[in-house]
């Protein structure tokens, strides 16, 4: 009862081409937007369309200005100084046994620093998306300065050609999920597995999981150690549940199976289903949410009605302490069924259990399909953070946190010859301050332009030919998402824009914010603003302490940084407690603190005692400060110990 792989041919590799090619006339004065520099990609693909990979800003040579990677569709990684100068490019199909550039990417690449050494590393995902075409599926690793580190193959050659590993075409998020001080590598593959690979390559013994069927249907063969579909989707990592690690969650093609198949859940498929050999009563897509050992979180898997190619945005949008999430859906049953379903043309909100968010319940109803990615910022000005998606129909849209729509939008951005792009899988839209008014603006890529549209829905970018305002033009259709960085240490942001030829723009007006700079929003592309908190645990400590017991209480509890960086603590004890240590700076490793009552200050009976601590990052305080501990020591006169007797049934 498994799927097919669906190489669908998707708008960015089909459709699209069809747009013509314009070769502009500009005269003698114009809006064209002169760039900082331009780079050709060396080994680039003959078509100059076909890059579907988004670049990545992160400083690889440690001078506090960020570096440019990005990686080609004939399977090449190239490393760019912020000055336009190349680093090193390396072709990544001898590490998979093929011929020289002949490997294919599509993913994008993911920068951190995975083993912990103090210098970042480079993740990208590889394979090929057409069918007739073979490469090795897996996730290659190479360091700052272009040396090559493991690669890993995926498990499967479920699509033909034989002897061809899948294709992993999502982008890897990078984060440390056991919180060991080195990072994890998750990526889903078209093999429908998901993987969580260790710093080194390893694969974590706790995937691939078992598909969620699996427990429905346990006798079934085909849902061990895989799902029952491919996976488009790249993972969002984020701490759904409050204690202290990071879950990983994704999108998927997993479909559901209907009444037909006990236990009866309510499902059903709401149109016809494509023609044999497609399974019947079988249909949907699934959105994953497990933890760190592959456990299913509540609420999940959630499910639509079509597949999951969009992959979802997390923050607390609306600042009541927990995580929310955003994504969109897929393009399958309304292209294959008979029917052309559009019970999937909408972008849904929920809470970090699977719940629809007040004012989201359903979905946001879109005019198309929705496989493009969410992007969370403030684009009103307001204080708060808006929802911001693209369609299929090259519409943009905005929501604010209730699900109320922000005026003027949709609106549908266009390049300087009036084209815009479908918005497809590996898309999303990108939010930088891009004329210092304090707000995010919003960039998408719209035929060889990259579009800026303010958070009033007004176009600011030209949308004619000859241009009618500033035009920031790449000479062809671009298939991927610019992104934004201050390259040149200047306070300002540059725009950065990669088809075939690398683009730097300044943009002189903007300030350095950005609120989703780029693809999955960082360079460990996390797709998760993460909202800087302090994680503490327990909050409550509680111990029995004898009257004749002259010694100090002792417990302790251990405190961790939930943020981008590090954040600053500081305690304020009651008197008689004192804590070691009792401020510091923490990151997403747990530190001990110890903490000391002393027992000249206790009571006969029940002593309370509460410890308040305050977090700051950049001078501000994080979202949940301050955090209180509450501390309970009974002074009693005796203590008494039962010991039970084990018995074995």
Not at 140 to 148: E, L, Q, R, S
Not at 160 to 188: K, M, Q
Not at 417 to 435: M, Q, R, W
Request: charged share 15%; with cysteine; proline share 8%.
């Amino acid at each position: 009862m498994l799927k097919q792989k669906k190489l669908i041919l998707l708008a960015i590799t089909t459709a699209l081409f069809l747009i013509l090619h314009v070769s502009p006339s500009f005269g003698e004065t114009t809006n064209v937007v002169q760039p900082l520099w331009t780079a050709p990609i060396p080994h680039r693909c003959t078509n100059p369309d076909c890059e579907t990979s988004s670049p990545v800003l992160a400083d690889l040579t440690g001078d506090g200005i960020p570096d440019i990677v990005l990686a080609t569709s004939n399977g090449w990684i190239v490393a760019v100084r912020s000055n336009g100068s190349e680093l090193w490019r390396r072709d990544t199909a001898p590490h998979f046994g093929i011929a020289a550039n002949s490997q294919q990417i599509h993913s994008s690449p993911a920068v951190a620093d995975i083993d912990g050494n103090g210098d970042l590393e480079i993740v990208v995902g590889v394979g090929t998306i057409y069918g007739a075409t073979c490469t090795q599926g897996g996730v290659i690793a190479y360091d700052h300065n272009g040396n090559f580190l493991w690669r890993f193959l995926t498990f499967d050659e479920f699509t033909p050609p034989s002897g061809c590993r899948d294709t992993v075409y999502s982008t890897p998020a990078i984060g440390d999920l056991d919180n060991d001080g080195s990072l994890e590598i998750v990526v889903g593959a078209f093999d429908k597995r998901i993987y969580v690979l260790h710093h080194n390559g390893i694969l974590d013994s706790h995937f691939p999981i078992n598909s969620y069927h699996h427990l429905r249907f346990p006798d079934w063969e085909g849902l061990q150690g895989h799902l029952a579909d491919t996976i488009w989707g790249s993972a969002s990592l984020a701490d759904m549940n409050g204690d202290g690690f990071l879950d990983i969650l994704i999108s998927t093609d997993e479909g559901n199976f209907d009444e037909n198949f006990p236990p009866p859940d309510g499902w059903d498929c709401p149109y016809q289903i494509p023609p044999h050999p497609w399974p019947q009563d079988y249909c949907g897509g699934a959105l994953y949410v497990v933890d760190r050992f592959g456990n299913h979180l509540p609420g999940f898997p959630k499910r639509i009605h079509d597949i999951m190619q969009s992959s979802t945005a997390v923050t607390d949008i609306n600042n009541d302490g927990d995580l929310e999430i955003f994504v969109g859906g897929g393009t399958f049953y309304y292209n294959n069924s008979p029917d052309h379903p559009s019970t999937a043309f909408r972008i849904w909100g929920w809470d970090s259990q699977g719940n629809d968010l007040p004012g989201w319940q359903g979905g946001k109803v879109t005019t198309d399909s929705t496989p493009a990615s969410p992007s969370i910022g403030d684009i009103t000005g307001d204080g708060t953070k808006e929802v911001i998606a693209l369609d299929m129909d090259q519409k943009l849209y905005a929501w604010f946190a209730n699900g109320s729509q922000v005026p003027g939008f949709p609106m549908t951005p266009r390049s300087m010859f009036g084209s815009g792009n479908p918005a497809n899988v590996g898309i999303t839209p990108i939010l930088g301050d891009y004329d210092g008014d304090g707000k995010m603006e919003i960039f998408v890529r719209t035929g060889p332009n990259v579009t800026i549209v303010d958070g009033n829905g007004q176009q600011l970018t030209a949308s004619q030919n000859p241009p009618n305002a500033p035009a920031f033009y790449t000479g062809s259709i671009m298939q991927n998402n610019a992104a934004l960085g201050d390259i040149d240490n200047d306070g300002n942001l540059e725009l950065i824009a990669h088809n075939s030829t690398l683009y730097a723009w300044d943009l002189p007006n903007a300030t350095n914010s950005a609120d989703w700079p780029m693809y999955r929003y960082n360079a460990a592309r996390t797709g998760h603003p993460l909202v800087p908190r302090l994680h503490i645990a327990p909050l409550v400590l509680t111990q029995l302490h004898e009257i004749d017991n002259n010694s100090n209480v002792q417990m302790s509890f251990t405190i961790q940084g939930m943020a981008e960086g590090a954040i600053n603590w500081t305690a304020v004890t009651p008197s008689g407690v004192t804590l070691s240590p009792n401020n510091g700076e923490v990151d997403g490793t747990p530190t001990a603190v110890s903490v000391t009552v002393s027992r000249a200050s206790l009571n006969p009976g029940v002593n309370n005692r509460t410890i308040t601590i305050n977090g700051t990052i950049n001078g501000q305080p994080v979202s949940n400060s301050p955090v209180q501990i509450h501390v309970t020591v009974y002074l009693v006169d005796e203590i008494f110990q039962a010991h039970l007797p084990v018995i074995r049934k």
